[in-house]
């Protein structure tokens, strides 16, 4: 495979992650946005393979063997089943409207390009063209998190803001040392887990997830 070529397929794999990345952004059902998390995940994973093999790192080859388990299985069967057993509502409750949503995410990926414009020009990295794009996928995730009301798609965006941060690692650096790498996994496991006993304490304890049922508590006290 060609430098040029990898350059090509890396650029329509982060666009693909883009495109998730709005996917999320707009998408209304709760099983929708699983499903787009671990398309991403699958996108992220094949980009990561790709990568390893232009650049001949073999430990890309185990990050993205890591991600496609986590992120594309692992992850989405844990949130799955900790939205089923919590019986959540299929329509996720936005704080913004789904127009204003697709605005703000097209303005920081704007910013997202003018910021990373520098970097790109000086950098001789395959992945070079990507930066931008992982940039947008955080801001993006982070922007998620902010205007979704239910805890646990705020989780999802958070999962989300991680996937651009790993891609990120990827595109100025060709990925983080293999040891740092299987503790973020490990983490991210075990925080899944965590966030699953969380969320049945609050359902029992409050009767519900949403955040600004929580808020009035506060208000009250």
Same mark, same amino acid.
């Given at each position: ?6 350059? $090509? ?20 059902? #709760? ?8 398309? $991403?995940?699958?996108? @992220? ?33 844990? @949130? ?7 019986? #959540? ?18 303005? @920081? ?51 989300? @803001? ?38 049945? $304490? ?20």
């Amino acid at each position: 495979m060609t430098t040029n070529l990898a350059a $090509q397929i890396n650029s329509v794999l982060a666009a693909l992650v883009l495109l998730t990345s709005f996917g999320l952004l707009v998408q209304r059902r #709760i099983y929708g946005l699983l499903h787009i998390f671990a398309w $991403q995940g699958v996108f @992220l994973s094949i980009s990561t393979a790709v990568v390893g093999y232009t650049a001949g790192l073999h430990h890309l080859y185990i990050s993205a063997v890591l991600t496609l388990i986590l992120k594309v299985f692992a992850l989405p069967y844990i @949130l799955y089943v900790l939205i089923h057993k919590l019986k #959540i509502r299929k329509e996720v409750e936005e704080v913004v409207n789904t127009p204003t949503n697709m605005l703000i995410g097209i303005a @920081l990926v704007i910013f997202s390009y003018h910021l990373t414009a520098p970097i790109r020009e000086l950098s001789t990295l395959v992945t070079r063209s990507t930066l931008a794009v992982a940039l947008a996928t955080v801001m993006l995730g982070l922007l998620m998190m902010i205007t979704r009301k239910k805890a646990v798609t705020q989780i999802i965006g958070f999962l989300a @803001l991680e996937n651009g941060l790993f891609f990120a690692a990827t595109s100025a650096t060709y990925g983080m040392p293999l040891v740092v790498e299987l503790g973020v996994a490990l983490d991210i496991l075990i925080a899944a887990f965590i966030f699953g006993i969380f969320f049945f $304490q609050i359902r029992t304890t409050f009767d519900s997830l949403d955040l600004k049922e929580m808020e009035k508590l506060k208000e009250e006290d």
